[in-house]
């Protein structure tokens, strides 16, 4: 009924940029709520890296603040994150993350997409 589906991820030198892209899909009556981005990268925890409210409040990691930007367009359902001076820590699978309300409950539910690989070479 949900879907989440990231895009823009691949292999970059240090320094470059790269913009993932989220198209968020669902039933009708379904509202996204707050989205955002999660990353992993081997051997470490799942983190939160940028979120976005549906009204356009933002929040990052201290790690990526002042480099990337997170936004999101609630007549397309899409959310982006433009990723620039990427570092070889950012190599991670970056995962798309959104809660979903069906009116008038106000339980969120959380879905995940399957994540697009992001590496960054020294």
């Known amino acids: 009924q949900v879907q989440l589906v990231e895009s823009g991820g691949g292999l970059v030198n240090a320094g470059g940029s790269l913009r993932l892209s989220c198209a968020a899909s669902a039933a009708s009556g379904r509202i996204f709520s707050t989205m955002g981005w999660y990353r992993q990268a081997p051997g470490r925890q799942r983190e939160l890296v940028a979120g976005i409210s549906s009204g356009g409040v933002t929040n990052y990691a201290d790690s990526v603040k002042g480099r990337f930007t997170i936004s999101r367009d609630n007549a397309k359902n899409t959310m982006y994150l433009q990723m620039s001076s990427l570092e070889p820590e950012d190599t991670a699978v970056y995962y798309c993350?959104?809660?979903?309300?069906?009116?008038?409950?106000?339980?969120?539910?959380?879905?995940w997409g399957r994540g697009t690989q992001v590496t960054v070479s020294s």
């Open positions: 993350n959104a809660a979903v309300l069906i009116p008038p409950s106000v339980i969120r539910t959380i879905y």
